[in-house]
């Protein structure tokens, strides 16, 4: 086995093992030059596509403007362009199912980081430190017997 140590002079003159090297990220494209990738937040999954372009997005076939009406979850889907000074270099096609329009704009933004990260893995630091990465993992909770819902009790009545 291995001998135990007198002085830290000795413990200096062992060489580390050698530290493991960060794995190298390679960008991953079709034949038709795209990158794709798959978003989910809640029930909602987005599969995203993401090409050299002028900047438009495409969801189910309609424009990002006419699916998505309200600013805000227009403003989130941008994000990850945003966040890598990526804006209107990249035309975006996806189609989305599941859930309501919230968590289909959540998945959406996670499929675009993805994508973007397969289509230039130098962006995955920006990415990461914007947190779009990361998968929101928060579901609906399941209902469960003798409950009204997934925690709400039926009402007490003492007779």
């Not at 030059?33 to 372009?53: E, I, L, N, S």
């Not at 996806?94 to 968590?103: K, N, P, R």
Request: charged share 25%; with cysteine.
């Amino acid at each position: 086995m291995a001998e135990t140590m007198q002085s830290l002079d000795q413990l200096s003159a062992l060489k580390p093992a050698a530290a493991p090297e960060a794995p190298k990220y390679v960008q991953k494209l079709d034949k038709q030059g795209r990158a794709y990738a798959t978003g989910k937040r809640k029930d909602a999954v987005a599969r995203v596509w993401v090409k050299p372009g002028a900047g438009r997005i495409m969801v189910n076939t309609r424009d990002v403007e006419v699916y998505f009406a309200r600013p805000v979850l227009r403003m989130l889907i941008q994000q990850p362009l945003v966040a890598t000074n990526r804006t209107g270099q990249y035309d975006v096609i996806c189609t989305v199912s599941g859930g309501g329009l919230s968590g289909q704009a959540g998945a959406v933004r996670h499929g675009i980081s993805k994508a973007l990260m397969n289509y230039e893995p130098d962006l995955r630091g920006a990415l990461k430190r914007g947190g779009f990465i990361t998968r929101d993992a928060r579901v609906v909770e399941r209902k469960k017997y003798g409950r009204a819902k997934a925690r709400r009790s039926f009402q007490f009545s003492k007779r």
